[in-house]
Every structure is written in structure tokens, then in C-alpha cells.
């Protein structure tokens, strides 16, 4: 069940950082004046989400760049 539990907190803490990037993204379009830009989105969603990873998950053993090409991958590797 602890296996279940570590990947189950894995995938609600990928959720939050990309939903979080994607309220930050809008504010900045409605309150700012931004733009619409979908790879600043995702790759700070994907930022947002190694560095939660690498705080939360002490056993984390992969890099940011393993992350960035292969974050499916890296999430499997911990489990």
C-alpha cells in the first residue's frame, strides 16, 4: 500500500504544479496583458513539477534534463 500511497502523491503533486502553472499563465494574459504562449506554459509546469518532485521525494536519483525529456520515465523509476 506505501508503493500506491508515494505514487498516488507523485501524480497530485504533477497535477497541482500544472494546474498552477496554467492559473499563473492566465493571470498573467487577463491582468498583465500577456500572451497566450503554450511552451512557457509547459515547461514551467514542467519545472514547477521537477522541483517538487526533487524537494518532496528524497530517493529522487534522476537530473533536471533526465526529467525534461523523459518525466514519465523518471516518475516510473521511483516507484
Not at 3 to 30: C, D, F, L, P, Y
Not at 35 to 50: H, M, R, S
Not at 63 to 74: E, G, L, N, Q, R
Request: proline content about 3%.
Amino acid at each position: 500500500m506505501g508503493q500506491r500511497n508515494s505514487v498516488n502523491r507523485v501524480w497530485k503533486g504533477m497535477w497541482v504544479a500544472i494546474m498552477t502553472k496554467i492559473s499563473n499563465h492566465k493571470n498573467k494574459i487577463v491582468f498583465r496583458g500577456g500572451v497566450v504562449n503554450v511552451v512557457e506554459v509547459f515547461f514551467l509546469a514542467q519545472l514547477k513539477g521537477w522541483s517538487w518532485v526533487k524537494h518532496k521525494m528524497p530517493r529522487m536519483t534522476f537530473s533536471y534534463s533526465d526529467w525534461y525529456f523523459s518525466p514519465v520515465k523518471c516518475l516510473e523509476s521511483m516507484v
